[in-house]
């Protein structure tokens, strides 16, 4: 995921600098044991060359601070050095002032009656608005941290959230919860820096190679919220949200190949507990994104339907169907249009002008009628036929699909969107080899249809292989399809209706010529028939 100046990279290990504090002992308040747990366990995370990479020497670790200057010293002097990423995350006890309602971090002994022997988090925030660092990540785990959230108000310019005027590429700061929460210190970590580290080990399906921030928060919020537990918050300025954090882990373990079409160990009607379920199956990755797949890939593999639009409607084998974008991540509403640069939204695009079907997933949260009672059902292939803007009632404009259930839904038959097409795409950039046409719908979003030479299957038995396809405008497709043209093996092509030679074939990749000789054999016809 990239930020509008382009940064997705993962933290400079040379530039970049953390601080993790956490204060699990305390002389007046309750031990947080869980405490400790986190602070070795993020440090080793962050010092793994196969997540993030950084330095030992430049990944402070301060537990159990005394004073305020054990807090914040560490903190003024990472922030001095930092010129890429500072990351700065507390847990502990988070107490509310009495009086002015700010928030302040507990250190080993502060006292509730003493609000003086609490460390303010102004002061933090104050040495992060005055670091070099282009990027800035604070991460509070304590109860009331969303109260913080209220120093970003919309009141302020984004160039004083976290940083003073500061050329920032963004800042960004998650907090785990707005209540005055348990920690659940009973478990091995607190329940917002456990999920936290669980997608740190276990990555993310179907997000890219590397996750920012937002990727990480989106599932770590949705597991916490599945847990009824409270609902962490995040706030952004410049893009913060896209700033890139640990490699995906499960990325680098496993295939994570885009799967169009149906899969062969899912029967549509099949019914899971969770999102994890689904995403474990194969029949939609990502744990929280709704749309899966992307314009580069081949279009949108999947979709979750579960009432997460008011200007949804699904009426069972007819889904009109909302896009993605414009969204509050901490309230859900509409904040701004929805535009097709997101991904999801061109996918859907993809899929449709190349009419590619799409699994469909319903969460229990959807249409009474067609959605399970409980967890998702797995509910087969629809193909998206129409794409169109609708301006909402409070005048945001989103983007909204008519999807419509096919038939094929019958295991390994319809698997069009393959390795194959997308090599194919990329090497003749979306341009046709007939005619040099390179087909784009609205959006920019770039298209062209795979045709194999020799068709696949019975009774053709053609393989499949980029040495058996063309890459083809649609209108090229079908007439190469339906024999009016033929290629001889020198690559002329021939328009059969009139005998006429349109040109040269473009060739970027290797055809195998007996193919060509095939689809001449079975659609050659004699000029002196007549026409039907």
Same mark, same amino acid.
């Given at each position: 995921?990239?930020?509008?100046d382009g940064?997705?990279q993962?933290?400079d290990?040379k530039?970049?600098r953390?601080?993790?504090?956490g204060?699990?002992?305390?002389?007046h308040?309750?031990?947080l044991?869980a405490v400790?747990n @986190?602070?070795?366990?993020?440090?080793?995370i962050?010092?793994?060359?196969r997540?993030?990479g950084?330095?030992?020497?430049d990944?402070?670790?301060?537990?159990?601070p005394?004073t305020?200057?054990d807090?914040l010293?560490?903190?003024?002097e990472a922030?001095?050095?930092?010129?890429d990423?500072l990351?700065?995350?507390f847990?502990?006890h988070?107490?509310l002032?009495?009086?002015s309602?700010t928030l302040h971090?507990a250190r080993s002994?502060?006292d509730? @009656?003493r609000?003086?022997?609490?460390?303010d988090?102004d002061?933090v925030r104050?040495?992060?608005?005055?670091?070099?660092?282009a990027?800035i990540i604070?991460?509070l785990?304590?109860c009331?941290?969303?109260q913080?959230l209220?120093?970003?108000?919309?009141?302020?310019?984004p160039?004083?959230?976290l940083a003073?005027g500061a050329?920032?590429?963004g800042t960004?700061l998650?907090?785990?919860?707005?209540?005055?929460?348990a920690?659940?210190?009973?478990?091995?970590?607190?329940?917002f820096?456990g999920?936290?580290?669980?997608?740190?080990?276990?990555?993310?399906?179907?997000c890219?190679a590397v996750?920012?921030?937002d990727?990480?928060f989106?599932v770590v919020?949705?597991a916490l919220?599945?847990e009824?537990l409270?609902i962490?918050q995040?706030r952004?300025?410049d893009h913060?949200g896209?700033?890139?954090?640990?490699?995906?882990?499960?990325s680098?373990r496993?295939p994570g190949e885009p799967a169009?079409?149906?899969?062969?160990?899912?029967r549509p009607?099949?019914w899971f507990?969770?999102r994890?379920?689904?995403s474990s199956?194969g029949?939609?990755?990502?744990?929280q994104?709704?749309i899966?797949?992307?314009?580069?890939?081949g279009?949108a593999?999947?979709?979750?339907?579960?009432g997460g639009y008011?200007?949804d409607?699904?009426?069972?084998?007819?889904?009109?169907y909302?896009?993605?974008?414009?969204?509050?991540? @901490?309230?859900g509403?509409q904040i701004?249009?929805?535009v097709?640069?997101?991904?999801?939204?061109?996918?859907?695009v993809k899929?449709?002008?190349?009419?590619?079907p799409?699994?469909?997933?319903r969460?229990?949260?959807g249409?009474?009628?067609?959605?399970?009672?409980t967890?998702?059902?797995y509910?087969?292939l629809?193909?998206?036929?129409d794409?169109?803007?609708?301006?909402?009632e409070?005048?945001?404009k989103?983007?909204q699909?008519?999807?419509?259930?096919t038939?094929d839904d019958?295991a390994g038959e319809v698997?069009v969107?393959?390795?194959?097409?997308?090599?194919?795409q990329?090497?003749y950039d979306c341009?046709?080899?007939?005619?040099?046409q390179?087909?784009?719908?609205?959006g920019?979003v770039?298209?062209?249809?795979?045709?194999?030479i020799?068709p696949?299957?019975?009774?053709?038995?053609?393989l499949?292989?980029i040495e058996n396809?063309l890459?083809?405008?649609? @209108?090229?497709?079908d007439?190469f399809r339906?024999g009016?043209l033929?290629i001889?093996?020198?690559f002329?092509v021939?328009?059969?209706i009139?005998?006429?030679?349109?040109?040269?074939l473009t060739?970027?990749?290797?055809i195998n010529?007996s193919?060509?000789?095939?689809?001449?054999e079975?659609y050659q016809?004699?000029h002196?028939?007549p026409?039907l």
């Amino acid at each position: 995921m990239e930020n509008r100046d382009g940064a997705s990279q993962l933290p400079d290990p040379k530039t970049s600098r953390v601080v993790l504090i956490g204060v699990s002992s305390y002389d007046h308040l309750e031990d947080l044991p869980a405490v400790e747990n @986190n602070l070795k366990t993020l440090s080793e995370i962050l010092q793994d060359k196969r997540i993030c990479g950084l330095a030992p020497e430049d990944c402070t670790v301060v537990h159990n601070p005394l004073t305020a200057e054990d807090m914040l010293d560490p903190i003024k002097e990472a922030a001095a050095e930092a010129t890429d990423v500072l990351l700065v995350y507390f847990a502990g006890h988070g107490i509310l002032h009495s009086t002015s309602g700010t928030l302040h971090l507990a250190r080993s002994g502060t006292d509730r @009656n003493r609000m003086y022997t609490a460390v303010d988090y102004d002061h933090v925030r104050q040495e992060l608005r005055h670091s070099r660092a282009a990027r800035i990540i604070a991460i509070l785990d304590c109860c009331h941290s969303g109260q913080a959230l209220n120093s970003m108000g919309s009141s302020d310019t984004p160039s004083s959230l976290l940083a003073d005027g500061a050329a920032l590429t963004g800042t960004c700061l998650l907090a785990s919860s707005s209540e005055n929460a348990a920690s659940n210190a009973g478990g091995t970590y607190t329940a917002f820096t456990g999920q936290l580290i669980d997608v740190a080990r276990k990555g993310i399906p179907g997000c890219p190679a590397v996750l920012s921030v937002d990727d990480i928060f989106l599932v770590v919020r949705e597991a916490l919220q599945d847990e009824g537990l409270p609902i962490p918050q995040r706030r952004e300025s410049d893009h913060g949200g896209s700033i890139a954090l640990f490699r995906n882990q499960h990325s680098s373990r496993g295939p994570g190949e885009p799967a169009y079409g149906p899969l062969r160990d899912a029967r549509p009607s099949s019914w899971f507990p969770d999102r994890r379920a689904v995403s474990s199956a194969g029949i939609h990755r990502p744990l929280q994104a709704g749309i899966c797949g992307t314009v580069a890939n081949g279009g949108a593999e999947s979709i979750v339907v579960s009432g997460g639009y008011e200007d949804d409607r699904d009426f069972g084998d007819v889904i009109v169907y909302t896009g993605h974008g414009g969204r509050d991540p @901490n309230t859900g509403e509409q904040i701004k249009d929805q535009v097709l640069k997101d991904s999801g939204n061109a996918a859907l695009v993809k899929s449709m002008v190349v009419d590619m079907p799409i699994r469909v997933v319903r969460g229990a949260a959807g249409s009474s009628k067609y959605s399970p009672k409980t967890g998702y059902s797995y509910d087969g292939l629809f193909r998206v036929t129409d794409a169109w803007i609708k301006v909402r009632e409070d005048g945001f404009k989103v983007w909204q699909y008519l999807l419509k259930k096919t038939v094929d839904d019958v295991a390994g038959e319809v698997l069009v969107a393959d390795s194959n097409s997308r090599e194919l795409q990329k090497i003749y950039d979306c341009s046709c080899q007939i005619c040099g046409q390179q087909m784009l719908a609205f959006g920019h979003v770039k298209f062209a249809m795979i045709q194999y030479i020799r068709p696949l299957g019975f009774p053709h038995d053609g393989l499949e292989g980029i040495e058996n396809a063309l890459c083809l405008c649609s @209108n090229h497709r079908d007439l190469f399809r339906y024999g009016t043209l033929i290629i001889e093996d020198d690559f002329t092509v021939v328009d059969q209706i009139d005998g006429e030679e349109l040109g040269v074939l473009t060739v970027k990749h290797e055809i195998n010529v007996s193919n060509l000789q095939y689809h001449r054999e079975r659609y050659q016809v004699q000029h002196d028939e007549p026409p039907l």
